[in-house]
């Protein structure tokens, strides 16, 4: 019984030839010149990115103006899937490391992209450690599985797009005039996230010089900066007054106790993003924090993100997704779970100047995903060859 | 940029004259006969139907000759999917009460399939109960989806359908002569369970009766039927030596402190069923079993179960599909989970000698997916008509 349009073209007989024909891979390879790999054996490519930042970016110990990254194309079958690893320097991973371990992965001995459980679990088992590197490989062949299945995954997990939230827009650290200018700029977007943790007379300046400028939403991001939980609850105080409706790892992950203290008596939401890197790490977290930061440079990629929301859901817990500087390709990915979230932190591509994808837009502030299959995106800049 | 064979067709503007005649919905309609609703609205409908067992069907207090059915349909752009209730009678629901539950859905609110969460979590909350009529729209849901992105739930989960294991076959209580002919039967199937907890006795000579005629393995459900943790697990010594390979829920529900000793102290793994209804459930199960058994008309349906094993695997606890007597419909729906399962108990629709439906077949005794979309079935019974 035909059941769709591919699975009737197949069956109809008469139509052969016209099929034939119709080859999607084959006519786009002629038309763009770009070499597809028609086989059904998957082949992996990647290459180093430097992601150059329109700001100079700081946070608690750290500045810088770029953001290596590794870009990966699966290809299969006459379709492409990329992905992308993206490595700020605190977290460990590198270009090099990245690519030593894409060297070892060999996608060749697994029939189609579709046998996900299969794949993972052999990245993850390859090394212990480079959840970025891993992401990259998940991200491109979820790309490259919905592109075959002709749809993005946020429809195919059955998440309602119109409910992403806003994103909020990340003001790093500066003086003075530079926050104004820099709150200015983020016009916008309708939520603002100010990393804080540099002291008290450092936070309140920023929050009042942007409260100066505008009064939207503003969630704050401590990168486990608060070592008193009295403290830290006193500043919550504070912010909460000012607008401010969430507070992202107040407190230094080993400092549990006083982070279930910290949520228990907190007026505001407490989000984990270091004390949660991974789906294992979730269980142990109900009751410390409201809720946790899913990013998919920490967690592997979209394959246990999905499975993160789940858990997460069903313990009650908020979700908020976030990411790197990151091209819109990675971005774009992590975008299809923000229908689920309550927070989106989604502005890494927006960040960078030299963004080699387009994908996800942020429309009105609103993330904005479209019907675009796979991760929805299209490589824009033609000198990344994958080929070279 | 095309990146499929149908967003290509949509994109080919010349060939929008060749794609408008193929619109296989329209063909089939024209070849069969066949009413198909071209509108993209949703549209429900449902028939009661009375599934006759092939033999008399006894549990611990309970004996009968048929189950009643109700079988749902969704029609929506040219596309049909199909769905299915089964009311075993000790679990509360009836023909009358599915149908007053479905008199009350509408899906014209909701403007595709895909709105998965929202429709999932709109059924749920039109009753507090009502599981196996919500399991009813959410298979042919399943259904729907699947046959329009044109692939398997299975593979669209990540799923390796080469992993599924072997059904087990149910041999009722019966007499020696009985059993032993029930026990030649089920020579097709390389697992047979046994439902005890009729006294020792009796549950010793069902054992010992179906040894004397095979040494393939057996899977034990007591169905609650133990009172005694330390005759339970007596027994559970005496199984183990006869190769059986789990127990199934051998204790009460509210008896969980003694579940969890004997499930600490068992030699085989102990598996919840009436213990284990829907996803809140397993959290609290967690150290009182080694695992669950997933069953849709419990649970409310394939989107339930597939978070459900996210979360038992993130729990490391063991898995088990099961159905009540159902046709190949309800059955292939739940057959789309298997291969993450250790335990399979999918005979549903061998038990029944008036299956209206074909799909997952159980091949050399193990539970066997195809590439058909959705959930993989074919409507055989051309006298059931939704129309009527």
């Known amino acids: 019984m035909p059941t769709n349009r591919r699975n009737f073209l197949k069956a109809a007989g008469a139509l052969t030839a016209a099929a034939a024909v119709l080859n999607p891979a084959e006519i786009f390879a002629k038309t763009f010149g770009t070499k597809i790999n028609k086989s059904k054996k998957m082949q992996l490519s990647f290459i180093p990115y430097t992601a150059q930042l329109r700001h100079v970016f700081r946070i608690s110990h ?18 492409t899937g990329y992905g992308e690893a993206s490595m700020p320097p605190y977290l460990g991973e590198s270009q090099a490391s990245v690519l030593a371990y894409l060297k070892r992965v060999d996608l060749g001995q697994f029939s189609s992209p579709f046998e996900m459980e ?3 679990s052999y990245l993850d088992g390859i090394t212990t450690h480079n959840t970025a590197a891993k992401a990259s490989v998940d991200i491109a062949l979820h790309d490259l599985a919905g592109k075959i299945i002709g749809q993005p995954w946020w429809k195919i997990w059955g998440f309602d797009a119109s409910k992403c939230p806003n994103t ?15 709150t200015e700029e983020a016009a916008p977007y309708k939520v603002i996230k100010v990393k804080l943790g540099m002291g008290e007379k450092t936070d309140k ?14 969630c704050v991001d401590i990168n486990q900066g608060w070592k008193d939980k009295h403290y830290a609850l006193d500043m919550i105080n504070w912010l909460k007054e000012r607008n401010v409706n969430m507070i992202e790892q107040p407190m230094p992950v080993d400092m549990v106790d006083e982070t279930a203290w910290l949520t228990e008596n907190s007026p505001l939401p407490i989000i984990a993003d270091e004390s949660c890197q991974r789906l294992d790490d979730i269980l142990k977290l109900k009751g410390v924090f409201s809720g946790i930061n899913i990013k998919l440079m920490k967690c592997t990629g ?40 309550q927070w989106a932190d989604l502005d890494g591509n927006l960040l960078i100047a030299n963004d080699c994808f387009s994908g996800m837009k942020i429309v009105n502030g609103k993330v904005t995903l479209t019907d ?6 299209t490589k824009t800049d033609k000198n990344i060859n994958f080929e070279a």
């Open 205 to 218: 300046m920023m929050i009042n010089t942007i409260r100066s400028v505008t009064d939207k939403v503003i």
């Open 62 to 79: 750290n500045a810088r103006t770029s953001t290596p990254i590794v870009l990966t194309r699966i290809t299969y079958d006459g379709y």
């Open 302 to 341: 979209l394959f246990e993100a999905r499975k993160m929301v789940t858990l997460a859901e069903t313990l009650h817990m908020m979700l908020m997704v976030g990411c790197m500087t990151e091209t819109s390709c990675a971005v774009s990915a992590a975008a299809q779970i923000a229908p689920r979230v």
């Open 118 to 120: 299969d794949i993972i």
């Open 372 to 377: 675009k299959p796979g991760i929805g995106i």
């Open 168 to 182: 909020s827009y990340t003001i790093g650290l500066a003086e003075e005039n530079v926050v104004k200018q820099k």
